[in-house]
């Protein structure tokens, strides 16, 4: 069983940058896409990011294209964001997803537990 493990979140100004890492650990890593998605009281997670293993293929949402910027490290068997200019409405509880090879972003077989990102004003 594949374990994501987030870690970067806290409390920002608005305008500010924060960094999310997830590490993931477990078996049959190799092939692994690996995203991240966002939630907030009341609203259904949304995709903010994926990568595939070979990273050359990247997606982003509306909102996170030109300020969210992912990346990872295969050899650490981490994904990271970059989240620079947060906004208020960036406020949200972000979560590290990961898709074996071969399989679909519609319901990402792995979660991590969650990293809570303020921005305040």
């Known amino acids: 069983q594949v374990q994501l493990v987030e870690s970067g979140g806290g409390t920002v100004q608005a305008g500010g940058s924060l960094r999310l890492s997830c590490e993931a650990s477990g078996p049959n890593l190799r092939g692994l896409g690996m995203g991240w998605f966002r939630q907030t009281p009341g609203k259904e997670r949304e995709f903010v990011a994926r990568m595939s293993y070979s990273t050359n293929i990247v997606y982003y949402s509306d909102s996170a294209k030109g300020r969210f910027t992912i990346s990872r490290d295969n050899a650490k068997s981490t994904v990271y964001l970059q989240m620079n200019n947060l906004k208020l409405e960036d406020t949200a509880v972000y979560f590290c997803?990961?898709?074996?090879?071969?399989?679909?972003?519609?319901?990402?077989?792995?979660w991590g537990q969650g990293t809570q990102v303020t921005v305040s004003s």
């Open positions: 997803a990961a898709v074996p090879m071969g399989r679909t972003w519609t319901d990402p077989d792995y």
